[in-house]
Every structure is written in structure tokens, then in C-alpha cells.
């Protein structure tokens, strides 16, 4: 396998707290991890479980972000380089692909099988430049006259954004310097670049199945909006980590670029957008092995639309959600706080627990089995 793999590979992300300054800092991983349960970010933080990564579909993505990022940077970098050159920018993606495979050492059936997937590999790469690459590529050598290039180009660039938190500091406590009324909240993009006066933040992905009723709707108002409320109403059944953890990763990503965006002096750039593009759907694969010919089909998904609320909007100007933010606040400050009770219960018990990996040593869970069974 390969050996450079993302935090979010290797299971739930933890919080730790900064060194340097104190303050408090939490992945989106593990803000996801606690809208599941609250328990299992405990597992995950306090106790280090870590739970196995999904190997095949994580290192095939892993190959393909790191030739996709180092083909960007070469060509925005490189004088060499014709930035309006589809053919010269996947040639020298796919170059870098087939030494990446070349270390790769997943097992596959049969060499005819192994070359088969190195080639839909090298076909994703020729359907992201011509669905996306060209397009980003501009913007990144546009952004790199404002900046450096290589700042933001991963694989993984870390964003990140400061978030009030409501923590309870004792009064005794009030007048010194404190960090504990705020925390750094943090998330991975893949790259920046810009459209027009937008800084736009790229992530790669596997497949766009996490988004669940996001990857159907373009935007909040409606059911996104219900889902999200209905979620935190306790009168209500609705549980839907997925959705919620989604769009606090919206959230966290919108409010990173915004911060980078005032850290390199991007004088030009106004709003900020967050992109996912999935890379590995078998769905949108197609292969004619009469012909020997694989075709692969790229959507990109723009998030920004789904989690922006246009009232807040026309108050800040900038792409925001009160209600999320909000949202997002009190669950950073309740997994901060080390409040780790599995609530509510019911419907963790019911959504949760049976794909959970740390259900043979949660003693919630096999306390809940046993009055379950009535023993
Ligand atoms: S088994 Fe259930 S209660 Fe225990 S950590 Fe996992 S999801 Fe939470």
C-alpha cells in the first residue's frame, strides 16, 4: 500500500490541544465522530482506538491525489509548463501515476487485472483535467502572481477557522489570557485556486456517497434545512450525522479560506467556495472490454449553495449559515467539554451502534444489549 495516508484514512481524527498557544483544536473528523456518538469520539481521543482504514478505495485515492497535486504544481510552477495544455497536464499526471503504482502493492487476481485498474486510474485522471483540471489549474497560476503556488497545493492543505465555543471558564479564571472561549476547528482541502473573486477550496474524494440528501439537493432552504433542525429536535426521529457533519465540514472549510485568504493578502478575492470532485464511483465508469476502451465521467459537486443561507448572506456578505454555525459552536464546545454521554440514546443505539468498531469493549452498548434481551 502506499505509505502517505490523510488523517481522515486513518479512522476518526482526535482533537489535541495546541502546544503553542493553548487553544483547544478539533478535526471535522472528529466533530463527525461525535454527532455519531458522542462515546465513540471519546474512544477515538482519550483512549487512541483507532479503527482499520477502508484500504483499496483509500489508496487508489491516495495515489491519485498526490499525481494530480504534483502534476498542478509542476505546471504552475514550471516554466516549462503550458498551463493551457490538457494533453501535456495528464501526460505528466499520468506519468507520475504509473511510478506511484509502480510501489503499489495491492493485491489484485491477475497482472491483466492490475493493468486494467492502473487504466481506469490514468482514465479518471484524463476525465478530471477535462471536466476541471485545465479550469483550476488557471486559477492556481492566477492565484500564484497574488502568492505562492505551492502554498496551496497538497495533496492535504490544511484549513482552518476560530470558533466562539461558550466554555464555562471558572471566575477566578476570567481576567487572565484565555484561549478556552474559542477553539480552532480544522479540515483538509486538496488545493486552492480561484474563479474570477472567489478562492475556491478542491477536495478529492472516493465517491460522493457521504453527502446522502446533499449530493441530490443545491441548496439549503427546504429539506436541507429540515433535516438539519430535525436533527437536534428531541421530539423528533430524524438522525443524521452524515448530513449535519457535512455541512459543519462546509462551515470549517468556508471559514479556513477565509482566513488564508486574509493571511496571503488575496486583495482581489471576495467570497470562498468549497468543492468535493470524486474521483472513484464505479457508477460513473464505463468499460467496453470488446473494445477495449474505459470512459470515465467526472461531476464535481459544489457545496456552497447547500449550506449557505441567503439571510445571513445579505447581512455579512460572506458564505454563511447561522444556524449551522451556531450548531457547530455548541457541539465543538460539548466535545471539548468532555461531554461524552451517548445521547440520545435510542437512536444512537439504533444508527449507530451496529457498524460501531468499538461495540465489544462500550460498556453503553452491551449494558443497553443486555436490558435489550430482557436478562
Ligand atoms: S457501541 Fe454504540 S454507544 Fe458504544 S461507542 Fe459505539 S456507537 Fe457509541
Redesign the pocket.
Known sequence: MTDSRSSRDEGVDQPVHSQDTGQPTLTVDGLAAYL??P??FQ?AHERSLRTPPDDTAVDRLELLRIAICDGLRWAATTDDAAPDDPEQLIRRMQDRLRTLWEGHSERFHSAVQRRHERRVMEATIEAYVDHCGIDHLEGITSLSTQSTARELIGPTLPVATTVQIGHNVPDEEQSAPDHRSTARLTAEIDYATVDGSTIVGVKLLPTPAHLGLLRYRNRWDGDVEQEFRDHFDSESETFDPGLVSSLFEISVVLGGLRTLRDQLNLDSVRTCRYVQVPLLDRQDRTVNRFRDQISVDIESIDLTDRYLDHHTFGLTHEHRNRTVDDRLQTIAGRAIDAEYE?VPWEL??RE??SD?P??VC?S??IEGEVRFDGK
Open positions: 455519531e456518538c462515546r465513540k474512544f451517548p444512537i443505539r449507530s451502534c460501531c468499538y461495540s462500550c453503553d452498548y
